[in-house]
């Protein structure tokens, strides 16, 4: 299989993983009660007087289309939020439709999510509120709580980026900085039923790490946000309102988050609809449409240069031909240069350096890239690694092991055009890495 074949493969893998969880397919399943779990979600419909939405992620459109679609008498006002760049579509006509920061928070972010208060205010008690959330809402959706301004929040989310905070840590500080965050939405919801159907881009499809879990309870406090901080060593680098804001709420002096087994819970119904597995049954039905064997690895967790090498020693070692390998999650990257990249191209360059050491002539592509067809401050959604990619980015002037010590992996796959550029794909359940191998 040459290389043109294998990526024409790895494409038509990737975008079945997409189809599988297009949001406007899975938004009517959900409300036609076809779903695990989604059996009580025609009723709930049926006896709203009046609906209110809010969608917010980088889904935020497709799922406002498809309530819009199955719901449009129902709906009193809506509204999207998707991030800044997002290709413009109609959310419909009672769709209020907001662009915002991502993965930093911006003013617009603060507009959008003050804009949603207002929504989910107007809802009474004979009303139903659906909230659409999906990867990206943490970001898109944020106001400062207490003095802490926009400004501080963008500071403490840019540390812990560059400090490789896994998304539970982040989030645990993000829910503490927030007036919506942690459930905390919840509390302007006046007495409505509140449906919110989530497509998940994390491990494990916790509603309450979802979107920082704006309908959700948080098990987290002020005090575990704090700690958070200080084992990154990033708490003298903080803003002061923010160290002030998370002091006074670990002793005691602030509102905590919406803990499990508050009353306001009860009027909730979290609905996961879709998620990174669901990808990748998508992804396997179409391989074994193409004739390969499907391999399921483990979860992509952990430093992305890591996981690289370790996969690359075991695609060398599996004895089948025509085997499709897959794996999916979210890797994370510590920034220690000051190159251009995305998780999913360090993850593709560590794999190709570690093929070209030990792969020989052995005949594996791969593809690793995001399913919201963005990866990092990139305009690719991730990139191809060969057994030959090394060789061909040195014979191209690029040293791959200097780029990627300084996490320049952009650097390298563009000159040697193996980056990859679906553009946006209006969903987002996490990554997918999908591996040929045809000894």
Avoid at 80 to 89: E, S
């Amino acid at each position: 299989m040459n290389r043109q074949a294998a990526r024409n493969d790895l494409e038509q893998i990737f975008r079945a993983a997409i189809s599988a969880v297009e949001p406007r397919r899975l938004i009517a399943r959900a409300l036609g009660g076809r779903l695990a779990g989604s059996e009580g979600v025609p009723a709930m419909v049926a006896a709203a007087q009046r609906i209110f939405v809010l969608a917010v992620g980088k889904a935020a459109l497709g799922m406002a289309q498809g309530i819009e679609a199955a719901c449009a008498s129902k709906i009193s006002a809506g509204i999207a939020v998707v991030p800044t760049g997002t290709p413009p579509a109609s959310a419909g006509t009672r769709f209020t439709i907001f662009h915002a920061g991502h993965p930093l928070p911006n003013a617009a972010s603060e507009d959008a999510a003050r804009a949603g208060l207002a929504l989910v205010r107007g809802a009474g008690a004979d009303d139903l509120v659906i909230v659409a959330l999906s990867g990206g809402a943490s970001a898109l959706f944020a106001l400062p709580d207490g003095a802490i301004t926009i400004a501080d929040k963008i500071v403490v989310t840019t540390l812990l980026l560059r400090a490789g905070a896994s998304i539970d840590e982040l989030n645990a500080v993000r829910k503490h900085l927030s007036a919506v965050k942690g459930g905390r939405l919840l509390r302007a919801v006046g007495g409505a039923r509140v449906l919110a159907f989530i497509l998940s881009d994390v491990s494990g499809n916790d509603p309450a790490i979802i979107g920082s879990g704006l309908t959700a309870a948080d098990p987290t406090t002020y005090a575990d946000a704090r700690r958070v901080l200080i084992r990154y060593g990033l708490w003298e680098k903080l803003p002061q309102s923010v160290r002030q804001h998370l002091e006074h709420g670990a002793a005691g002096q602030g509102a905590e988050s919406v803990k499990p087994g508050d009353p306001v819970l009860a009027r909730v119904t979290n609905l996961v609809i879709g998620d990174n597995a669901a990808a990748i049954q998508g992804a396997g039905d179409a391989a074994v449409a193409l004739g390969y064997t499907v391999d399921r690895r483990n979860e992509l967790k952990g430093e992305a240069r890591d996981i690289g090498r370790a996969l690359a020693g075991y695609l060398c070692g599996v004895p089948q031909k025509k085997l499709c390998v897959l794996a999916g999650g979210e890797p994370v990257v510590t920034i220690r240069g000051d190159g251009r990249g995305g998780r999913e191209q360090e993850l593709a360059l560590s794999i190709a350096i570690e093929l070209g050491r030990i792969g020989g002539q052995r005949r594996v592509a791969v593809l690793a890239a995001g399913t919201d067809g963005i990866d990092g401050p990139t305009d690719a959604a991730g990139a191809f690694a060969y057994h030959d990619t090394a060789r061909r980015a040195v014979e191209a002037g690029v040293d791959p092991e200097a780029a990627l010590a300084r996490n320049d992996s952009y650097k390298v796959l563009d000159a040697i055009g193996d980056l990859f550029r679906p553009g946006p794909t209006g969903t987002n359940v996490a990554d997918i890495l999908i591996a040929l191998v045809d000894n």
